[in-house]
């Protein structure tokens, strides 16, 4: 194979591709379309305009390629150049897509949801408090935790001007891609960076590395410096992928692996090491270990993990031999640090309390994806199994009290689920939903249905889980008040 | 990451005529596709190439402008380098086929679909 040259995709990725595609164009249509209508203020008019010609562009190419896209849907082999167009159609319009979105700077920015307070509430219970943490968006396409005590020590402007910023106690911050907003199944990016905020707040990473350096590796002194600087930012890259697995399950990583095939289809090349965080295949495989030694399996989401081990896979082996050598030590080293820390990682966690998501968990989320999937909101589950409720309401005669009557019908109590359950139940359901959304509105026969088609099952997802996260709330508050 | 909107644009709007003519075997849209893929030939080049550094009689000017103009044109990569050349190997192709006025065959067809699909990457670093 020539170097530099495109591969072959299977239909799996080609149909990942084809829905992200869709599903980027419509987010980022649908901030600017809300901007334009709710903040209608002039001076912002000029670049909404603009953006919203290159979406309508994309918009319009993406339909061209209307009799190819319905051959992948069908698993209708293409042509090589069938395949090329796609592929060329693909790669602009994510990359169009990460440019718009950093041009989102240029708009003023939106306050978080009242849902993603919720959630951080409850996901992060007892640690989070919004008086400490600040969650707002980035035009950045990623997320971030920072302490506003270093961004105002990387600001030189700041420097003659605010005390020693040590002594201000700023607190921290949390940042999550504006296109992510109404995007609950995004969220989980933000249990990774409390992880972050966890670590830098309680120094809980740095000595458990130095501690592995010192006992595992047995290092000359002189050279131990060199080791830190290595295995300290892939440590704490570990310790927020397991905070977030911790308190998500398996879905916690899902959005990185989104974010990461979004990337992949920008460039040949597979992502190169930047020297912080761990390969995300390899930070995938991390969590798919501890997920089954905790009974839980990432089998539901096989075509996000099809997907990323295609693209890297296919983009490693164009490498040079030299380059791949590099790679699978990087992957070695990354594997071998979680292996010896992930169960110290995990006795940390543990230590704040926070609500662990579990197997039996899991369970739950599956047994709520069928109502999510009929459209029903699910914040709240019955208590008791339909067994038992049957038998107690056949215990139920005609010369039954009053009294008698009502605690039978208490077997229908309802007991709010987990934001976590929520998510992983949001995660299963949208597994399959993008190819049918897509299949669905190819198959209306009309092309300028297709977008309105896409727009409404996403939204109608979107809506779902926030009307789902809000119940939670609603159910919480009934259940603990006064009967 | 720096990725050229302009370019991508060009590029996706060649193959889109392409898959347009290939399905209705339509001779203009296979010269729309061989239009729009030299402009993108041009428009990359052009983005490549050089300032012309005017004469000064001054060499402290001359100097100065040099100076100003390294510092404010990006260096080329390695990449951009092998991208210039794939668009410069296909370059010729294209005009030759414009010029004999007539389809592309499947094997040129490929050959600069790859190049424009290769060549609007975003480069990550």
């Known amino acids: 194979m020539t170097a530099g040259l495109p591969i072959s995709m299977s239909a799996a990725q080609l149909k990942f591709l084809l829905g992200t595609s869709a599903e980027n164009l419509i987010r980022l249509e649908s901030i600017l379309r809300r901007r334009q209508e709710l903040g209608s203020v002039p001076e912002f008019d000029a670049i909404i305009s603009a953006m919203l010609g290159h979406c309508d562009s994309y918009r319009g190419y993406y339909l061209q390629y209307a009799p190819t896209i319905r051959k992948v849907l069908s698993d209708i082999p293409i042509s090589q150049i069938e395949e090329l167009g796609l592929k060329t159609l693909f790669r602009n319009c994510i990359n169009t897509f990460l440019v718009l979105h950093e041009l989102l700077l240029f708009l003023p920015r939106e306050p978080i949801r009242k849902e993603m307070h919720f959630f951080c509430a409850e996901l992060f219970w007892p640690v989070y408090d919004i008086s400490d943490l600040s969650v707002i968006l980035t035009s950045v396409y990623n997320a971030f935790e920072y302490s506003l005590d270093a961004a105002i020590k990387s600001l030189d402007v700041f420097i003659m001007k605010v005390p020693d910023p040590n002594k201000l106690g700023f607190g921290h911050v949390m940042e999550l891609a504006i296109i992510d907003r109404d995007n609950p199944l995004s969220w989980p990016i933000l249990a990774h960076e409390f992880g972050h905020y966890l670590d830098n707040k309680y120094t809980i990473s740095d000595p458990l590395t130095e501690h592995f350096i010192d006992t595992e590796l047995h290092v000359p002194s002189d050279s131990r410096e060199v080791f830190r600087k290595i295995f300290k930012p892939l440590a704490a890259e570990l310790f927020a992928d397991l905070t977030s697995y911790y308190l998500l399950g398996p879905v916690g990583i899902l959005p990185i692996v989104n974010m990461e095939l979004n990337f992949g289809m920008a460039t040949d090349e597979p992502i190169p090491y930047d020297g912080i965080h761990p390969f995300t295949s390899t930070r995938l495989q991390v969590i798919t270990d501890i997920a089954a030694a905790d009974h839980m399996t990432l089998e539901s989401f096989g075509t996000y993990i099809q997907a990323l081990k295609e693209d890297e896979d296919n983009k490693v082996a164009k490498l040079p031999p030299a380059e791949q050598k590099k790679r699978a030590s990087n992957r070695q080293l990354a594997t071998f640090l979680a292996q010896r820390l992930r169960a110290a990682f995990i006795d940390e966690i543990e230590k704040f309390n926070l609500k662990r998501f579990k197997s039996d968990n899991f369970k739950t989320s599956e047994d709520l994806k069928s109502s999510l999937g009929q459209g029903i909101p699910v914040g709240c589950k019955r208590q008791l199994s339909d067994d038992v409720v049957r038998t107690r309401l056949s215990e139920v005669t005609n010369t039954s009290s009053v009294t008698e009557l009502r605690e039978v019908f208490a077997v229908f109590r309802e007991v709010p689920v987990r934001v976590s359950e929520v998510l992983t139940a949001g995660w299963i359901s949208n597994t399959g939903r993008q190819a049918r959304a897509l299949a669905d509105a190819f198959a209306l026969g009309d092309l300028d249905k297709v977008f309105p088609h896409l727009k409404k099952s996403l939204e109608d997802q979107d809506k779902l889980l926030m009307k789902s996260i809000e119940m939670i709330s609603v159910v919480m508050e009934m259940v603990s008040a006064p009967q | ?125």
């Open chain 2, 1 to 125: 990451m720096t990725y050229d909107l302009q370019l991508g644009m060009l590029a996706t709007q060649a193959m889109t005529h392409l898959m347009t003519a290939e399905i209705n075997q339509d001779d203009a849209e296979f010269r729309e596709f061989l239009l729009a893929s030299a402009a993108f030939c041009r428009v990359m080049q052009s983005k490549a190439t050089p300032i012309d550094i005017p004469s000064f009689d001054s060499t402290d000017v001359a100097g100065f402008v040099s100076a100003v103009i390294k510092i404010s044109t990006p260096k080329a990569s390695q990449e951009d380098r092998d991208r210039l050349k794939r668009v410069g190997e296909i370059q010729p192709l294209i005009d030759r086929v414009l010029d004999e006025k007539r389809r592309p065959n499947s094997s040129e067809q490929i050959q600069i679909a790859e190049v424009l699909y290769v060549s609007s990457a975003a480069d990550l670093r």
